[in-house]
């Protein structure tokens, strides 16, 4: 069974463009979280989709923005891209129910700003 | 206001000595913790969970110890295995939402 997979693996950007990461969670999860992680931290939340619809948002400025589309898949995008925006990516689906929380991670998306 | 802190940033260990991973919470609202383990250039892989209204889980090797009271929570391995050398986040979530909140993680590293 494929896991969650993640696309683009690496990516290098110039400040003020915008990027789009995708996400392709396994099959039959119909929830999809994005993290932003920065060296030497843990995993920061930015967005939760669940069947399309968004269900949480992290403490990220308007500049991030996500989708989820009627297969699941999902988009991140970020506009006018900072320096600090510099971080891996990663999405994780989860097949939810009573008492299932764990979430599968893919292998993420390195995105550099210069 | 960091609501999971792992303190230690690294932990060294012998082969089949056992390793003991810390974490601590601040928000009594969490229902639920999990340990992940992640290798360079891999997301995060789950290894064992544990909800708010027990204090022990086990699955082979690692156990996860919840103590309430002192909002503390650990992950006992044993025996150690060179394979487990990684980073290992702590984190944990309320039923109302979803959102996973991450410690900043451990690096463990097995020595042969």
């Known amino acids: 069974d494929a896991g969650v997979t993640q696309s683009p693996t690496h990516l290098i950007k110039t400040r003020g463009q915008h990027v789009t990461l995708r996400c392709s969670p396994i099959s039959g999860h119909k929830s999809v979280s994005w993290y932003q992680q920065v060296l030497g931290q843990g995993p920061q939340f930015i967005f939760q989709?669940?069947?399309?619809?968004?269900?949480g948002r992290g403490n990220f400025p308007d500049r991030f923005s996500a989708r989820q589309f009627p297969n699941y898949s999902s988009e991140l995008n970020v506009n006018a891209l900072l320096l600090g925006d510099s971080a891996l990516y990663l999405c994780?689906?989860?097949?939810?129910?009573?008492?299932?929380?764990?979430?599968?991670f893919g292998p993420g998306t390195r995105l550099t700003v210069t | 206001d960091q609501q999971v802190k792992q303190n230690s940033p690294s932990l060294s260990v012998q082969e089949g000595r056992i390793s003991i991973l810390n974490c601590d919470y601040t928000n009594s609202m969490f229902d639920y913790f999990l340990w992940y383990k992640k290798y360079p250039a891999e997301g995060p892989t789950f290894l064992i969970s544990i909800s708010s209204i027990k204090d022990k889980n086990e699955d082979g090797r690692f156990t996860v110890f919840l103590n309430k009271s002192a909002k503390h929570l650990s992950l006992h391995i044993v025996p150690s295995q060179p394979g487990d050398s990684a980073v290992y986040f702590c984190?944990?979530?309320?039923?109302?939402?979803?959102?996973?909140?991450w410690g900043a993680g451990t690096k463990l590293i097995i020595k042969p």
């Open positions: 984190a944990a979530l309320m039923d109302s939402n979803y959102q996973l909140i």
């Open positions: 994780a689906s989860s097949l939810e129910g009573q008492g299932i929380y764990e979430q599968y």
């Open positions: 989709y669940y069947e399309k619809e968004e269900r």
